[in-house]
């Protein structure tokens, strides 16, 4: 299906010309923080599901086991890793590296108190799943924005245009490997850290088309 089959980050009339730009469109930082909002949103609604963690955390809880260190720390450590892997694939950062950080653990810290936090098994499955599909959603919105990814989204991208594979396999590849080296090393997971990543590869690939197709009628 064409949907699932994108292999770079859409442009539309809103888009950013580079990711390294000091005065964008006030329309194309309004889309990034938007599409920050939702995705920090997203997390919070898998986090509230309690029914497992993302892959990157099981990976920072696994490293967390076999170092001692705090997973907040390695959850840290592991993000200044990703980046100095964007040197090979030759990622630029932007504004949006930045306000990713920010927006999103700004997000995630004031609405937990209120979001869902359900009792049943299928509402928690299918919290899991709405908010998978609503981080694929902000990830379309804010990548298509081109102000520069997050350090996990720009580890994507960076591997897609080495590869030339579908933005949705490569991000699949991403997480399970990521999973794989967690819970090697003792990080715990659960059927939502199986959900996210098998499903945030085609969430983001469809969040993309959506966005790209709206932004052009």
């Known amino acids: 299906m064409k949907i699932f089959s994108i292999r770079s980050v859409p442009r539309t009339k809103w888009s950013s010309e580079k990711p390294l730009n000091f005065s964008p469109k006030p ?64 990622q ?8 990713n950080v920010i927006i999103i653990a700004a997000v995630i810290e004031f609405s937990l108190p209120y979001l869902p936090h359900p009792e049943q098994y299928p509402m928690k499955v299918m919290q899991v799943v709405f908010g998978t599909l609503l981080v694929g959603l902000a990830s379309g919105i804010y990548l298509i924005a081109n102000l520069g990814p997050g350090p996990r989204d720009g580890l994507m991208t ?29 990080g715990t997971i659960g059927i939502g850290t ?6 945030i590869g085609p969430a983001v ?5 959506f966005i790209a197709k709206i932004s052009k009628t």
Do not use: D, H, N
């Open 158 to 186: 960076g591997c897609q245009r080495v590869t030339g594979l579908p933005i949705a396999w490569v991000r699949i590849f991403l997480e399970l490997t990521v999973i794989s080296i967690g819970w090697s090393l003792g």
């Open 92 to 99: 630029q950062p932007g504004i949006g590296t930045i306000l």
């Open 194 to 199: 199986v959900i996210f990543a098998f499903g």
């Open 205 to 209: 690939s469809s969040g993309l088309y």
């Open 27 to 90: 329309l194309t930082v309004l889309f990034l923080c938007f599409g920050l909002l939702l995705f920090g949103l997203g997390e919070s609604l898998i986090i509230t599901a309690s029914t497992g963690m993302s892959p990157w955390t099981v990976l920072a809880e696994g490293l967390s086991i076999t170092t001692g260190l705090t997973i907040g720390a390695l959850t840290f450590l592991v993000s200044l890793g990703v980046l100095m892997l964007w040197i090979p694939l030759k």
